[in-house]
């Protein structure tokens, strides 16, 4: 029954929309690493993050071939587990019912399904990350340190799906430190300590095997001199609503009338919740999914709230049926998760937000794959972004440059390739084609406007463009959104 | 329940059937299909559009001799600096990049003192009495110098004997591209007087309704042979022999198929590109002491531009330059007629059709591609040269489907990057992916082993 929806709102029109630029990148690897010919040179296997995912990805891709969907199926199939996950930490932590809402709310959260529909390492860092909390939880309960050392390894599975998940160390280590009621031996935690190191250990050991050591150092510089991408206003306007503002505050409503029958499952939910959010709301660079593993334990507090309703309930004079309330208030609860998730995947209003990790981008695919079916094999294009310019080499197969990746080391992600003098490659007849597109334009509206000036400058001639239909004060309007031109000395 | 569960599997299957139909319809493109005026012109061949393009100035062994499978430079030489001294020193060639190079003579004359009578042993003696020469004529380029033309070469066709069709200089030369014929027989010189005796190509072309336009870059339309221009300009009725015509600058209808080079640009993306295009240079014409890195661009520009219009599946462009420029080039011509042929000069072919990578080795002047144009497009030979001249077919495969356009790249023997060790990224992740399950085998397994151990000891 809960999957149903959940299957649907993760497969429906799945692949109605291109990739976008992360997708991109990363189905890429996975292709470079099952040793495709076309998508090879232009998605090196060691670019950013580790490689669980891709790797994964990259074996489907060996015997069935490259395909968008096969990687966002895939992405689908972590999301449903852990949709799964989601009824196993409730009925452990609290009921069956507790897990059954709580798979619910997970199967139609707007954040999980728009995450688990894209070829994102996020889904799967949250389906490990999930599945550690499980454990975890099962270690609180039994206090059996085999537990612990499983939670340890799949902690270490977290971190091979995407680095970032070393964050929930922060909450584990608060929870086992201010769990009265926990006790951990020493010598457990080494060894749980072990298992974990030992398992991290294979992102930089097959980096530096496969010679790609400076890759990750750049990264790793990079990452921690990156300007601020978003306000601290960022998490707080965009993950309520992305959970579902109703179950954010069942989750609240939940933890503070039910103060008084907290007990360790709530701190165990709580410090998983906290530690990501303390450190990306401090930290400068923020993005549309990081805080995705955060997903799970919301759900659950959420369906523990909706859960601990009473059977009989009395405001003032009236006397209200409590199951019929918690029947009343989960259904209001899932109904607007899933209308929400339904708008955000529909593809008329898929990708329409180009706020990264949200979905695909209108035209990209369809531009690339016309690039690939008509411009010459081996020219090269300058876009205006890095985003745009992994969408047309993923769909395209033509090497892309990006206008505003800065020629300063310390100011650009280390895998791409600045163009130092566009005009002398223009000039020199290095680069063929010009790709604008609104998305990136939008984002940054000076290097749009220089690419527009070498547009006119070297005989700029548009030979396509990709438009979407925008609602207008005079009805439905073709807006161009992406535009290749042809330039020549 | 069993029921229920089996209507479950049946709903979910359905869903994900759908969503799967859903989301692997894709959108179909097609190519933009070839509408032009040429494209319907009959023509014996697949090749609707012929391009040739004639560039300045350098010998076979100047820019290929050390292209591997071509007859280069042979191993061993060494030019004497005094032919008749038989003890002199003698120069071997030599990378000239890096050193100042000139405007070496290309003249018949000069041609006529390096040919030597057959000998071919006077290419520097050629240049004993200028200043600044020295042994140059010996100089080559390869490619670090040309990747561009290398990069070609191996893609597309290279012809290794592509004789200039007269031993002479440019006017000769330029006229045999157009005419099959000198122009001026007494002397490798224009005529004040015009040349509309000499019938050209395009007289043919015009007669047979096939459609065609002479692009030249940086085109200045006030100088023709009433008015010769000075200076650089001066090189536009050279280049452009139709400017000598009174026929060709009168008659409106002529007159507008001689345009800028931009036209041919717009005509490429119009889907207007003629049946023959003839193009010259002005700036980037390699000539010496021009920078023939520029000419490489120039060339790269237009093939570009071919490759990424519709013209492109039926299309073929051939360049080739007008004299070999006073350079070496071991390659004894043969005698044709009292006028040629001249030394060697390259000449490149790409086309969907060309050949791919291939040394063509059949002997061919500037009429070949006359000839080519004339079998083609079905109209009669110019003059004796053109009607008994090689084509230039040998250099397709019209057997195979036309060949998708690959930009030729402008570095050479870009190294690969080294491929990946993916065994120890699928080994170690494999094996981290085992540890948990592992652990959580032991947690299962482990107690009940020491179950089984326990009971084994008390028994």
Redesign the interface.
Known sequence: ?V??PG??LR??????LGVNSDEAVYAGQAA??A?DPELSPFF???RAHP??FQ?MLSVVYHFGGVST?AG?LMSAAFGLGTVVLLYFIGRLLYDRRVGFVAALIGSVMPYLVVVNRQILLDGPMTFFATLALYLMARFAQSL?P??L??AS??L??TF?AKETSILLLGGVYAFLALTRTITVRLRHLVIASA?YL??IL?YP??VA????SSTGRNFLVWQLLRRANHSWLFYPSVVPVAIGIPVVLAAIAGLWFLRKRSAWQEKLLIWWILGPVIFFEIWAVKGYQYLLPIAAPVAVLAARALCAIPRRVSIRRWRLSGTALFLAATTVTVSWLLLTSVVKIMPATAGTAFLAGTGGVPGGR?AG??ID????????MLALGPSMANIIQFYGHRKTYALSVSPNPLHRNPVYEPVNNPDLAI????L?YIVWDSFSAERSPFFSENLMKYTKRY?G?V?HSESVLVDTPVGKVEKPVIVIY?V?? | MRRRSRLLRGWTALVLLVALQIGLAESAHASPADTSAAARTKTATPIKHFVTLMQENHSFDNYFGTYPGADGIPQGTCMPVEPYDKDGRCVEPFRVTGRPVVDLGHTGNIHKAQYAGGRMNGFISAFAGQRGVGDLAMGYYDDRDIPFYWNVADDYVLFDRAFTSAAGGSIWNHFYWVTGSPGNRKEDALLTKGFDHVPTIFDRLQAAGVDWKFYIQNYDPSVNFRNPGSGDKASQIVWAPVLNYERFLDDPELRSRIVPLDQYFTDLRNNQLPAVSYIVPSGASEHPPGSIQAGSRFVRGLTNALMASSAWDSSAFMWTYDDWGGWYDHVKPPEVDKYGYGFRAPALLVSPYAKKGEVNHTTIDFTSQLKFIENNWDVEPLAKRDAAANDISSAFDFAAPPREPIVPSEQRHVPAPPAPATWIVYTLYGLALAAPVLIMGFSRLGPRLRQQALARGRS
């Not at chain 1, 079916?373 to 090269?380: E, F, G, I, V, W």
């Not at chain 1, 000039?427 to 290095?430: I, Q, S, T, W």
């Open positions: 029954m999957a149903i299957v649907f497969v429906w029109h799945i692949d109605s470079s690493l040793g090196p296997i060691f490689l669980l790797g969907l966002r059996q085999v537990w050392y499983a390894g799949v270490g599975l091979l298992i030992a398992i294979v050991v097959t095997l496969s010679g790609a369809e794959q016309w079916a008509n411009l010459p094999k081996d020219s090269q000039r020199h007849n290095n063929q005989h001639e030979v042809q020549r000395p």
